[in-house]
């Protein structure tokens, strides 16, 4: 089993930027695909991007390709998301989680841990 603590959310204007951080530990963080997602209220949950066991594939959802990256550091067990050119939109909790498989998904089915997940306010 693997556990994830996300962290590193905040307020921001807009325009600004922020970097998550998804802590790992359990399992051999490695073996695991990694995903972030957010939900704001009253929405359901949507996919921001993944990344493969060893970081060399990336995939985005439309709404954040150009501005945000994800990244992981597997020395540190350590999962990020690069977050540029906030917008009030990107307000959310955002989550990250891990699949054992090894695929790399774009929506929530699939993925077997998740973290609790930490806030984002962007502020116009």
């Known amino acids: 089993q693997v556990q994830l603590v996300e962290s590193g959310g905040g307020l921001v204007q807009a325009g600004g930027s922020l970097r998550l951080s998804c802590a790992a530990s359990?399992?051999?963080?490695?073996?695991?695909?990694m995903g972030w997602f957010r939900q704001a209220p009253g929405k359901d949950r949507e996919f921001v991007a993944a990344?493969?066991?060893?970081?060399?594939?990336?995939t985005y959802g439309d709404s954040v390709k150009g501005r945000f990256t994800i990244s992981r550091d597997n020395a540190k067990n350590t999962l990020y998301l690069q977050m540029n050119s906030l917008k009030p939109e990107d307000t959310a909790v955002y989550y990250c989680?891990?699949?054992?498989?090894?695929?790399?998904?774009?929506?929530?089915?699939?993925?077997?841990?998740w973290g609790q997940g930490t806030q984002v306010t962007v502020s116009s």
């Open positions: 989680a891990a699949d054992r498989t090894g695929v790399i998904r774009t929506t929530r089915i699939g993925y077997d841990y």
């Open positions: 359990g399992r051999t963080f490695s073996d695991y695909s």
């Open positions: 990344i493969s066991r060893s970081g060399g594939v990336t």
